[in-house]
């Protein structure tokens, strides 16, 4: 078998002999183990989902803004029309902006936020249509005050969802306007969010032109930047071009002004929040290893104490330093993957009845559960260190006297 057979086959008989003492020295790495392994695996689960409905959209944005420290141009509808025309591989431009007052409907008055763009907005998935239409490009260009609202706003304000062809007064500070309800679309979460509670506020989407003519805005300096929208097998093509694009549609060919944020947008930005979120909590709950390393340490103390005669009688029949150091290190590195095995199993179980629960795909890293298995069998060589050096350093008399 060999010596480091030796040593294993003697760590594991005295762990058999000492169960119960062996399970409470395993169960802080057990949940430690545990708790990191499901943490891991829902996170990556969650960015699965996201990942997975993000690439299902066949729309995508690009967002160009301009540097105010070197131009003062800005995004006018004519050279964002101009854009349009040499950028083929786009759907269109959409600049952004809003406007927040009171809606009155037929039925009561809200708080509402009124986001502002362009008609290529509505190529986007977050926009589906179940009355009526989106507004148009003559509506943007004929500056008409048509809006288009969700389920429940229509609902809140005039007590039934096809509100197509219904008015809403929009009160921003001093000014009053109406608007012309031209469509009803799908309630996204955000809407379903922010209509609950003591001050609800509901949601829709106006063509930018009438903003800036209602709320006396002027529209040829109201923004520095813009989203492109386009089908998803574009956005290389378009990120290639788009720069020089801009640069010659708005006259600003070499001052370094465009930046073009062609990170794809959301998708991007969910992706860094749910990976800090996701180290967040796990090195949080990694704290539970530590506690468990700790336990290690405790429980093979004692054993020192406990196993001191047995220790002196070992050192006088000749055993040597360095293996009594070895088989306590053996066995708390044998404790420790023991409990490690273990609790990738129950942290795997927990992670899977949770993604279940929360429909997330089960996704697991087998690099993951390797480094697991890894950290958790040197945290007990870690741990061990201390009572394995104290076990080592026992003089024989002195072990031998011990009760």
Do not use: W
């Not at 803004?65 to 070197?70: G, V």
């Not at 969010?193 to 829709?204: A, C, I, Q």
């Amino acid at each position: 078998m060999g010596v480091a057979g030796e040593y294993i086959k003697s760590a594991i008989s005295s762990i058999k002999n000492n169960k119960g003492r062996s399970l409470l020295t395993m169960l802080g790495i057990i949940i430690g183990i545990a708790a990191v392994l499901t943490v891991l695996v829902i996170g990556d689960g969650l960015r699965a989902k996201v990942s997975g409905e993000m690439d299902s959209l066949d729309v995508v944005t690009m967002n160009i803004s301009l540097d105010i420290t070197k131009t003062d141009k800005c995004f006018t509808p004519e050279n964002m029309e101009i854009i349009e025309r040499n950028m083929s591989c786009i759907y269109g431009l959409s600049p952004s902006t809003s406007i927040y007052g009171n809606g009155k409907g037929k039925k009561r008055t809200y708080d509402m936020l009124l986001s502002g763009g362009s008609d290529i907005v509505s190529k986007s998935g977050t926009n589906k249509i179940l009355y009526g239409r989106y507004f148009t490009r003559e509506d943007v260009n004929g500056i008409n005050y048509v809006c288009v609202i969700s389920q429940v706003a229509a609902l809140k304000l005039f007590g039934y969802e096809n509100a197509v062809g219904e008015t809403i007064e929009i009160t921003n500070g001093d000014i009053t306007k109406d608007f012309t309800v031209v469509g009803i679309r799908e309630d996204t979460s955000r809407d379903k969010d922010y209509s609950v509670g003591d001050e609800p506020l509901l949601l829709g989407d106006i063509p930018y032109t009438t903003v800036a003519q209602a709320y006396n805005k002027d529209v040829n300096t109201m923004f520095t930047s813009v989203d492109a929208y386009m089908h998803k097998d574009n956005k290389e093509t378009a990120k290639a071009k788009m720069r020089s694009v801009v640069e010659n549609a708005l006259d600003i060919r070499g001052e370094s002004a465009v930046k073009v944020d062609s990170s794809g947008g959301m998708d991007s930005t969910t992706d860094t929040i749910l990976s800090v979120v996701t180290a967040v909590v796990a090195l949080i709950a990694s704290i539970s290893l530590l506690v468990g390393g700790i336990g290690v340490m405790n429980i093979m103390t004692v054993s020192v104490t406990e196993r001191t005669r047995e220790i002196g009688i070992r050192k006088s029949l000749g055993a040597r330093t360095s293996s009594i150091l070895t088989q306590f290190l053996a066995e708390a590195a044998i404790l420790t993957f023991l409990g490690g095995i273990i609790g990738i199993i129950l942290g795997l179980t927990v992670a899977k009845i949770a993604c279940s629960i929360v429909n997330f795909p089960f996704t697991v890293n087998p690099i993951l559960v390797a480094a697991v298995v890894a950290i958790s069998t040197g945290i007990g060589l870690f741990f061990g260190i201390y009572p394995a050096k104290r076990a080592a350093k026992l003089d024989p008399i002195e072990a031998l006297r011990a009760e």
